[in-house]
Every structure is written in structure tokens, then in C-alpha cells.
């Protein structure tokens, strides 16, 4: 109450001159205020630039929507939308898949798009997934035909409930005429991607309450088989850790996963700030806000781009996400475990950070003969599938050149803590990196540690990339 009246205090003596800063600043209040009584604390320095980006001057007539329903940052935005196919269904699924397109210049993969998520899923995902398609564009005629066409190839699934087309009419969208020109971008792609920041909060808007979590993709995406059941399986493995956004794809809009109760608020900061920066650049912001401070991105990449050219003015757009694979159900499992490594650590590229599925890798000093990194399971486990590499694009020396890969059993206790007695050596490491399948059947033991060993000096730093570890059977009790 107090932070509010001095916001009061100090627009005072500029109500004279103009509502329209103070109109700015008290939605950007609200919004701030909104964030951290839900989630405790916000980052200062993303407040910091957010407040900066508000002092530019803005026209007043253009947030009349938002301001109407800003005070209840958890609540909907009040749009009618037109249902163009399909209606909702009054069961909340697992996932709502959203996707805006708009008419482009040249090519259109919509079609495609939504053809590969449902062939890519089973009978079983699909009970668990809702599509749901905002054809964003003014020109209702191309809406209209484009809709006729997805209901003749893909009828089965709007009358499943599984595919809804909705369009949201042109008079709830803000003004996109005299926009602001941030970062020198020439009108027309200034025009474009502020429509397309409102194309999208519409789109979160309607969705809100249709499931327990949002992925975001672009109208251009290949998916892997079964992205579904990947997408679950990590899920799982972070319960009871915080995060806001989950990335399955390092391109644009795609692959960014969110929990359902945080759609409005995005929709909200999206609309509000929609003529400041791209879509992508706002999804930073908005993560940080929330206090998740780091990307968290998995691999291998659920999405791909397959689109030639953009939306915007049919430019050619030849992005590939290079961590994509075709089949994502083969995620590793990696089962909890302890990491140990007598390997002198680069600054926080700490040993986690090769086991864990996130893009991150373990990164030491040049290692000597007889340095390792273990592994140690909570629970002895079957293993059928161990993968690792070394190295990255970038430091391509950075790998190990001679070692070794061995499992173990027995474990005993240590100053160190608990380390494996016995290992077998399965193989050596050739150009960095090592692969070894059937494990389970080269091994007769339940496996309790898994072990690097440096075979040999090396004057290179070492890179663990990944660590990547599949099981037959849940660890034994």
C-alpha cells in the first residue's frame, strides 16, 4: 500500500500535463504488483528493463482492452471469439497444442503441421491433446477456405474434440497504425510483429482453461514420434522444481511448454507490450519475471522447422534445430544418482550438468591418468543402453582422448561417500565418445555405479557433453 501511494505521490504533479504516463505506469504497477503477490518475488533487473521499455510514449486509446480487465491479472481477457470448427470439450486434457498462422506470401504449411502432430501420436496421446488453430489473419474469405479444408482432411478429429479453429475478430485488436519503431525496424515489419504478439495472446487467452499445460508452436513444425509421451516423461522427472517455461526446441516460438494457470498472465503482458519487442524477446521477459532465470531446453529437440518461407513477406527462413531426432522416445531415463569427479572443474560446469537432460555439460581442467567422474545410483538398477559423448561444436579438442567406461556393484562408504568396490571395464572411448548397447545382457548384476576413467594425460580441457543412460526395468526396491 505504501509502494502504491508514493506511485500516486509522484504522478500528482503530472495529471496536468497528461493522463497517458500515468495511465502507463499504473498498468505496469498492476502487472508488477499481480506477480509478486502470487509468486513472492520477481527479478529486479528484469523490472528494471520492463520499467524502461514503459517510459517510451504510448497512445492511451490503444490499451483501452487491456485496461478494462488489467487489474486481474489472473482472469481472461473479455473476447468473443468465432468458432470456425469445433467446440470444446468439457474434459480437461493433459496438453492444448496452440498454433496462429495468418495468410502468407508464399507457402503455407498448416496443413502439414497439423497432419504431424496427429500422425505422430498414438491412439493413447491422442485422448490426452487438444489442437487448437488461430487463424489470425483480417481476411475472412482466405479464413473461411482455409477452415473448409482443414475440416474435409481432418473432420475426424474436430468431431473427437481433439481440433478446434477459432478466429478472433479484428475490433478487439489494439490499434496497429503509428506504432513505436523500436530497435529501427521499418514499419511494416514493426506492424507485423506487434499483430503477431496480439495473434498469440488471444490465442493463450482462449486456452487457458482447456488442460493442465500449453506447448506454443509456430504453424511450420515437423514433430518426433510420440513427442507426447517425451514431453510427459519430463515433466515427471521435474516434479517438485520450479519452472515457468520448458524449451523442446532452441528455434523461435517453438516447442515452449507452460503450465495452463500461467496462461492469462502471459496473455496480459503479451497484449500490454505488444508494439514493444518480438513475441520471443517478451517470453524471455516474462520467464524472468517469474523468477526462472535460465533457459531450461531439453535434448534432443521434440520440433522441427520445416517451413521454406516466412510469414513475414514470404522471405526464406531456412532454420534447422540440428538436435532434433525423428524419435523421441528415445529420451534416456537417467536414474537418480550421486556425481563424483576428482577432475579440477571449469567455473560452475560442475558435474551435474553432463547427467542432467537440460543443454548444459560438465567442463574441467586438462585431466591426468587415473581421473575420473562416477556415477553413483540411489537404487541398483538394470542398464541396456549407455551413450556419451564428449566435445561440443565449439571446442572440438575439448574431448577425452583416451578412456574408459566401466559399471560397478558393491557399494561401500567413504570419506568421499559411497563409492563402488568392484567395476567391469565394457569399452573404449574412440573420437570422444562411446556407445554401448545391451548392457544388460553383458552384465549379470544389477548396476550401482557407473565410471569415466582417464587412460591417459591429455593437455586439452574436457568437455562431457552428455550422459546418457537407459534402463530395462524401474530400479529394484
Known amino acids: 500500500m505504501r509502494l502504491l501511494l508514493k506511485y500516486l505521490d ?8 497528461s493522463t497517458i504516463p500515468f495511465l502507463v505506469v499504473l498498468i505496469t504497477f498492476l502487472l508488477f504488483m499481480n506477480l509478486y503477490m502470487e509468486d513472492g518475488y520477481v527479478l529486479e533487473e528484469d523490472k528494471r528493463q520492463l520499467r524502461e521499455a514503459s517510459m517510451h510514449p504510448l497512445n492511451s486509446e490503444r490499451y483501452v482492452h487491456t485496461f478494462k480487465d488489467i487489474t486481474n491479472f489472473s482472469g481472461t481477457i473479455n473476447v468473443t471469439y468465432r468458432y470456425l470448427a469445433g467446440t470444446p470439450l468439457p474434459r480437461k486434457k493433459y496438453l492444448t497444442i496452440g498454433l496462429s498462422s495468418v495468410k502468407r506470401k508464399r507457402g503455407n504449411y498448416l496443413l502439414e503441421t497439423i497432419k504431424s502432430i496427429f500422425d505422430q501420436s498414438s491412439y493413447e496421446e491422442l485422448k ?9 489473419d483480417f481476411d475472412l474469405a482466405w479464413c473461411e477456405s482455409l477452415v473448409q479444408e482443414i475440416s474435409r482432411k481432418f473432420g475426424h478429429h474436430i468431431i473427437a474434440g481433439r481440433l478446434l479453429v477459432i478466429h478472433a475478430p479484428e475490433e478487439y485488436y489494439p490499434s496497429l497504425d503509428g506504432l513505436k519503431r523500436n530497435y529501427n525496424d521499418p514499419e511494416d515489419r514493426v506492424r507485423f510483429r506487434s499483430k503477431q504478439n496480439v495473434d498469440y495472446a488471444f490465442l493463450l487467452n482462449f486456452c487457458t482453461n482447456l488442460s ?10 515437423r514433430c518426433s514420434r510420440n513427442f507426447l509421451t517425451a514431453l510427459k516423461k519430463v515433466v515427471t522427472s521435474r516434479e517438485g522444481s520450479y519452472w515457468v517455461t520448458l524449451e523442446f526446441s532452441k528455434l523461435g516460438y517453438i516447442g515452449k511448454l507452460y503450465h495452463s494457470r500461467d496462461l492469462p498472465r502471459l496473455a496480459h503482458f503479451l497484449l500490454m507490450f505488444y508494439q514493444e519487442m518480438p513475441c520471443d524477446w517478451l517470453l524471455i521477459h516474462f520467464r524472468g519475471l517469474l ?23 514470404g522471405a526464406e527462413n531456412k532454420l534447422k534445430d540440428d538436435d532434433f531426432e525423428e524419435d523421441s522416445l528415445d529420451i534416456p531415463d537417467n536414474p537418480p544418482a550421486t556425481l563424483y569427479t576428482n577432475i579440477n572443474v571449469f567455473e560452475s560446469y560442475d558435474a551435474a550438468k553432463a547427467y542432467s537432460s537440460v543443454d548444459e555439460y560438465f567442463w574441467g581442467k586438462a585431466p591426468s591418468t587415473g581421473d575420473f567422474y562416477v556415477i553413483v545410483f540411489n537404487k541398483a538398477t538394470k542398464i541396456s543402453k549407455i551413450k556419451i559423448t564428449t566435445g561440443t561444436d565449439d571446442r572440438q579438442n575439448d574431448i577425452l582422448h583416451h578412456g574408459a567406461l566401466e559399471v560397478g556393484e558393491k557399494l561401500v ?9 568392484s567395476y567391469i571395464t565394457l569399452g573404449e572411448f574412440k573420437n570422444g565418445n562411446i556407445e554401448v548397447n545391451d548392457v544388460d545382457h553383458k552384465i549379470s548384476f544389477d548396476i550401482e555405479c557407473v565410471r569415466i576413467v582417464v587412460t591417459a594425460s591429455q593437455k586439452e580441457w574436457l568437455i562431457i557433453r552428455s550422459i546418457s543412460l537407459w534402463t530395462t526395468q524401474p530400479p529394484s526396491q
Open 10 to 17: 509522484k504522478m500528482r504533479c503530472f495529471r496536468k500535463r
Open 128 to 136: 490426452e491433446i487438444v489442437v487448437v488453430v488461430h487463424l489470425a
Open 212 to 221: 493442465d499445460f500449453y506447448m506454443m508452436l509456430e504453424d511450420d513444425v
Open 291 to 313: 523468477a526462472q532465470k535460465d533457459v531450461i531446453r531439453f535434448k534432443p529437440s521434440l520440433f522441427q522447422h520445416m517451413g521454406y518461407y516466412s510469414s513475414y513477406k
Open 413 to 421: 562408504g567413504t570419506k568421499k561417500g559411497r563409492q563402488c568396490s
